[in-house]
């Protein structure tokens, strides 16, 4: 898994390419942290190069969206989703918890 970072004015993108699986997850929730450490708290997350997610993985987006959202800080938004994750995150419920963008302008445009 790769993890790019992009800072726009209102927000930062998060591109994350390959496989989020058990033994990659750590390593984005450490990402997510260390940002958050920084006063970062709106993000956008670009999965359109993502081939799988794991519980593991889904996890780690959840807990992103709890700590962005408390005190009404931030959140976490999901662009380009390819299908297969998308059906992944309605089989676990996790559909609502997320708002999701087509491109990548709409979703920045959204902070």
């Known amino acids: 898994m790769e ?3 992009s800072q726009y004015k209102r927000c930062d993108l998060i591109k994350i390419t390959g496989r989020i699986d058990s033994s990659t ?6 990402k997510l942290n260390a940002l958050n450490e920084e006063g970062h708290f709106k993000f956008v997350c670009d999965l359109s ?3 799988y997610v794991s519980s593991s ?3 780690v987006l959840i807990n992103a969206q709890k700590t962005s959202k408390r005190y009404n800080r931030g959140e976490v938004v999901l662009a380009c989703v390819p ?3 998308k059906s992944t995150l309605d089989l676990a419920g996790f ?3 997320f708002k999701f963008f087509d491109d990548i302008v709409s979703a920045v445009g959204n902070f």
């Not at 997850?25 to 450490?30: G, H, T, Y």
């Open 57 to 59: 993985g889904l996890w």
């Open 49 to 51: 190069d993502v081939e």
């Open 25 to 30: 997850a750590p390593q984005l929730a450490q």
């Open 83 to 85: 299908t297969k994750i």
């Open 3 to 5: 993890i790019t970072t």
């Open 95 to 97: 559909i609502p918890f």
